[in-house]
T-cell receptor, first 117, second 116 residues
Framework: AQTVTQSQPEMSVQEAETVTLSCTYD???????LFWYKQPPSRQMILVIR????KQQNATENRFSVNFQKAAKSFSLKISDSQLGDTAMYFCAFMKPPLGSNYQLIWGAGTKLIIKP | DTAVSQTPKYLVTQMGNDKSIKCEQNLGHDTMYWYKQDSKKFLKIMFS???????INETVPNRFSPKSPDKAHLNLHINSLELGDSAVYFCASSQDVGTATYNEQFFGPGTRLTVL
């Protein structure tokens, strides 16, 4: 069974600093997808960034980038020039290519990120 | 336009009651989901459903049942509510584009259920 581990329950950095959130996963699949979702205090789940396992290039979305290490089964999220609005819970999630219509996401426990002014 | 909507956003009820949470998506997606987020923020899939099959997480009590009147709706019915059912419930949807492509899941705003 697939598992996702986020080892940092909470992190806190100053505004404008760079922060890296860690995520490791366990799977025997060779092809799969990885995601980082953000959940601000509003509760809304927002997709931050995604990575296909067959792509060697790390995904980047503006200030957000990932360090995907397939052999190590590691998928960390780097937030550059952090902003107050980045304060949220961040969830790492894993999805293997669906069989039939089973597209279930496996979630990590989340990391609470606090950006201090 | 709201992509995935849930009603109500907050639901407070007594133990033993039966309640429903409604979910609607206007994205034309084929698959819908229900997740439960507990007090420790842990997210757990409860159901995934499209017009072909219902996948049930085996740990979900049979007091919970999804009902889909049409492709755009997947409502969650809960019978005989218990204190441990208190949580935030999220609905989500994704497009069925086949096995070769990932399907981003779009989430509703969540429903906070409190059982007294």
């Amino acid at each position: 069974a697939q598992t996702v581990t986020q080892s940092q329950p909470e992190m806190s950095v100053q505004e404008a600093e760079t922060v890296t959130l860690s995520c490791t996963y366990d799977t025997s699949e060779s092809n799969y997808y990885l995601f980082w979702y953000k959940q601000p205090p509003s509760r809304q789940m927002i997709l931050v960034i995604r990575q296909e396992a067959y792509k060697q290039q790390n995904a980047t979305e503006n200030r957000f980038s990932v360090n995907f290490q397939k052999a190590a089964k590691s998928f960390s999220l780097k937030i550059s020039d952090s902003q107050l609005g980045d304060t949220a819970m961040y969830f790492c999630a894993f999805m293997k290519p669906p069989l039939g219509s089973n597209y279930q996401l496996i979630w990590g426990a989340g990391t609470k990120l606090i950006i201090k002014p | 336009d709201t992509a995935v909507s849930q009603t109500p956003k907050y639901l407070v009820t007594q133990m033993g009651n039966d309640k429903s949470i409604k979910c609607e998506q206007n994205l034309g997606h084929d698959t819908m989901y229900w997740y439960k987020q507990d007090s420790k923020k842990f997210l757990k899939i409860m159901f995934s459903y499209n017009n072909k099959e219902l996948i049930i997480n085996e740990t979900v009590p049979n007091r919970f049942s999804p009902k889909s009147p049409d492709k755009a709706h997947l409502n969650l019915h809960i019978n005989s509510l218990e204190l441990g059912d208190s949580a935030v419930y999220f609905c989500a949807s994704s497009q069925d584009v086949g096995t070769a492509t990932y399907n981003e899941q779009f989430f509703g705003p969540g429903t906070r259920l409190t059982v007294l």
